[in-house]
């Protein structure tokens, strides 16, 4: 794909994440040459509007594109190495672009957090993705960059000090600030409608080796009601992203080759603190979880202020746990927002990082940090406001 007259488009700029996206290009990358980027949408005067509001260079490509217009995609598609796509659901947007990408050989990065709608596209075109040289990479914001990379890091502290992986592993969320995205909550609904009008996809959704075809380990936790959990002095709730980063946590380990074994188990889990306060704050958290996708959810488009964007954070625990009891502990943190702020930046790093560091990832279906590893951990730490820290 190097005849490309881009190497980068990101599609669906106009959104509330896509401007995002956009202006951290515009700000991290400006004055890089190496790096020709597009901006695309629907409105060619809505991505103007845009591209002056975030300051991009004032000849900053723009392209007209529709996810109701195949053609346009279709040409899209043609000029770039590739496609950074925040346009969802993806699975009312994004089949489309999937099925062109992966004719076509175009790498394709998104923020999808829909296991069954990423299972439908593997097995739809993984074929014609290995053939053409096309890197599909789902799930490259929040969900799921900090979990499968807190993994992967944990992982490495415990083959340094344990000698071996971890069969065993928790993700905990210690602390968190900002808001789930429309987006997401969008998503989350359109999952449920389609499971709703096929039943079948109900196995789909609730299996933890969805994205794991031809590959089925061993029984996992449940993580769906409040717990205490000792070895961490805690009560722990029910994490609602956990539907989508256990999935790609495993597919993660296979994509690897089975770095952490095959008996492999990982669960999420939200932190609420010790004794009555604790567990009531546990059961709070259930009931946010189920407001979250209710009817006065955020709308895709909307989102938080940048004082709220910036003032965001998170703080995510990796217990790695051996046979023994031995523990080796490790901790994610982002600087911005979850859903936003810091998810625009994981994205873009993807995309860059895809195209810059690799060469040697073949095409086919992807987890961004199989495909990557430690050269997207070094990006996020030197560009996105996130630090990986091994605990003693």
Same mark, same amino acid.
């Given at each position: 794909?190097?005849?490309?007259?881009?190497?980068?488009?990101?599609?669906?700029?106009?959104?509330?994440?896509?401007?995002?996206?956009?202006?951290?290009? @515009?700000?991290?990358?400006?004055?890089?040459?190496?790096?020709?980027?597009?901006?695309?949408?629907?409105? %060619?005067?809505?991505?103007?509007?845009?591209?002056?509001?975030?300051?991009?260079?004032?000849d900053t490509p723009l392209i007209a594109a529709d996810a109701s217009n195949p053609e346009s995609l279709k040409a899209m598609v043609a000029q770039t190495r590739l496609v950074l796509t925040t346009v969802g659901p993806y699975q009312l947007y994004g089949n489309e672009l999937v099925a062109l990408c992966a004719e076509a050989g175009t790498d394709y990065v998104d923020l999808c957090g829909e296991p069954v709608w990423m299972r439908q596209m593997i097995d739809k075109h993984q074929a014609t993705a290995e053939k053409s040289g096309a890197r599909i990479v789902f799930s490259c914001?929040?969900?799921?960059?900090?979990?499968?990379?807190?993994?992967?890091?944990?992982?490495?502290? @415990?083959?340094?000090? %344990?000698g071996a992986p971890a069969a065993r592993?928790?993700?905990?969320?210690?602390?968190?600030?900002?808001?789930?995205?429309?987006?997401?909550?969008?998503?989350?609904?359109?999952?449920?409608?389609?499971?709703?009008?096929?039943?079948?996809?109900?196995?789909?959704?609730?299996?933890?080796?969805?994205?794991?075809?031809?590959?089925?380990?061993?029984?996992?936790?449940?993580?769906?009601?409040?717990?205490?959990?000792?070895? %961490?002095?805690?009560?722990?709730?029910?994490?609602?992203?956990?539907?989508?980063?256990?999935?790609?946590?495993?597919?993660?380990?296979?994509?690897?080759?089975?770095?952490?074994?095959?008996?492999?188990?990982?669960?999420?889990?939200?932190?609420t603190g010790q004794g009555e306060k604790g567990e009531a704050n546990a059961k709070k958290v259930m009931a946010a979880?189920?407001?979250?996708?209710?009817?006065?959810?955020?709308?895709?488009?909307?989102?938080?202020?940048?004082?709220?964007?910036?003032?965001g954070y998170y703080n995510l625990l990796f217990v790695a746990i051996a046979p023994d009891g031995r523990q080796v502990r490790a901790t994610v943190k982002g600087d911005r927002d979850p859903g936003y702020g810091s998810t625009s930046k994981m994205i873009s790093e993807c995309a860059v990082g895809l195209l810059r560091d690799g060469a040697s990832v073949k095409g086919g279906f992807w987890t961004p940090g199989a @495909?990557?590893?430690?050269?997207?951990?070094?990006?996020?730490?030197?560009? @996105?406001?996130?630090?990986f820290t091994a605990e003693d």
């Open positions: 794909m190097t005849s490309s007259k881009f190497d980068l488009v990101v599609y669906g700029a106009t959104g509330f994440t896509g401007k995002l996206v956009a202006d951290y290009l @515009a700000t991290q990358y400006r004055g890089d040459s190496s790096l020709r980027w597009a901006m695309a949408g629907r409105s %060619l005067d809505k991505l103007a509007a845009v591209r002056d509001e975030i300051g991009a260079p004032a914001g929040f969900d799921s960059v900090p979990f499968e990379l807190g993994v992967y890091f944990v992982q490495q502290q @415990a083959k340094k000090v %344990l592993v928790k993700g905990r969320v210690r602390g968190m600030s900002g808001t789930l995205s429309g987006g997401t909550a969008a998503s989350a609904k359109a999952t449920f409608d389609a499971v709703a009008k096929d039943l079948s996809l109900v196995s789909i959704l609730k299996d933890f080796f969805a994205l794991t075809p031809g590959f089925k380990g061993p029984k996992q936790p449940a993580g769906n009601k409040p717990v205490y959990e000792e070895d %961490l002095q805690s009560w722990a709730a029910p994490f609602m992203m956990a539907l989508i980063n256990t999935r790609n946590v495993h597919r993660s380990n296979m994509l690897m080759g089975f770095p952490y074994g095959q008996d492999f188990v990982y669960d999420e889990m939200v932190l979880n189920a407001e979250k996708t209710g009817p006065n959810a955020p709308k895709p488009g909307e989102g938080p202020s940048k004082e709220e964007r910036d003032n @495909a990557l590893q430690d050269s997207l951990i070094k990006r996020l730490v030197d560009n @996105a406001g996130l630090t």
